[in-house]
């Protein structure tokens, strides 16, 4: 009878071990997360911020981190009225770009576009931003040999600006 409460014992420690080093293990694997993710968090939160300012933002729909020559977040959503409105941020000081949705191409349309022009690529993601004080979608495509291609599309038009492949 002592045997079995010894071995019922040493099953209750191992259990209790493995339960300790399986949180443990989620803990680390949070933080890790939430420190990974801060930098998007903090640049979402500062540009949202600056919309409202800017704009009647009521509700957010995107947000996108452009880098090119410089750095813009930009935020998509509706105003107090349900307009659909962009707001464009620059990182540094300068001046925030609002337009109205509907005065250029949606994100699926630049995507479709780059789709129907680089038919053997993948399309990865997409950001809106400023290149050349013109506002552009960056449209992030895959080659079928791996290395990345990126595509400026501009917002108005839906023309091809800036092309470069094979990073």
Not at 31 to 36: C, E, H, L
Not at 103 to 124: L, N, R
Request: charged share 25%; hydrophobic share 45%; aromatic share 8%.
């Amino acid at each position: 009878m002592a045997s079995e409460e010894l071995k019922e014992q040493k099953r209750v420690i191992i259990l209790l071990v493995l339960v300790a080093i399986l949180l443990t293990v989620i803990v680390m694997l949070s933080i890790f997360y939430i420190r990974a993710t801060h930098p998007m968090a903090q640049a979402k939160r500062e540009a949202v911020k600056i919309a409202e300012e800017y704009t009647e933002l009521e509700t957010v729909d995107n947000f996108y981190w452009f880098n090119r020559k410089e750095t813009y977040f930009t935020v998509t959503g509706k105003d107090a009225s349900g307009k659909e409105i962009i707001v464009v941020v620059p990182e540094k000081s300068g001046n925030v770009t609002v337009l109205n949705q509907e005065d250029g191409i949606s994100e699926d349309q630049a995507k479709q576009m780059v789709a129907q022009s680089y038919k053997e690529e993948e399309i990865q993601k997409a950001n809106l931003g400023l290149f050349d004080g013109e506002v552009v979608w960056e449209i992030v495509a895959k080659s079928e040999e791996g290395p990345l291609n990126y595509y400026l599309i501009t917002f108005k038009e839906g023309k091809e600006v800036n092309v470069i492949q094979n990073i």
